[in-house]
Nanobody
């Protein structure tokens, strides 16, 4: 599975961006799919995603209520709508696809087999 992330950019605090992640095949309706981010000098952390078995959406507390994960299976694309951005959201954002059936692995980047190349999001104050 090849993933292509896009949609990052520079935005002022309070602004919005929508990230997209397109897959080379019909992966999103069968696998665990998530967005992660890595701020400069920090570990990569879970942002939002959906588990292959449980189906519901999960969000990190830091983005809950501001970010929305969605997907369009017909277009093999997932999205991350980001509203109310703050400088603390500045990071490289990655989409990822995983095969694990264990729910607790949703939050672990080590459990994901396929990664997009990352798209930079910079929020100015």
């Amino acid at each position: 599975v090849q993933l292509q992330a896009s949609g990052g950019g520079l935005v002022q605090a309070g602004g919005s961006l929508r990230l997209s992640c397109a897959a080379s095949e019909r992966a999103f309706n069968s696998y665990t799919v998530a967005w992660f981010r890595r701020a400069l000098g920090m570990d990569r952390t879970f942002v939002a995603g959906t588990h292959r078995t449980y189906g519901r959406l999960y969000y990190d507390d830091a983005v809950k209520g501001r970010f929305t994960f969605s997907r369009d299976n017909a277009r093999n694309t997932v999205y991350l709508q980001m509203n109310g951005l703050t400088p603390e959201d500045t990071a490289v954002y990655y989409c990822a696809v995983g095969l694990s059936g264990i729910l607790s692995n949703l939050w672990s980047d080590a459990a994901y087999a396929y990664w997009g190349q990352g798209t930079q999001v910079t929020v100015s104050s």
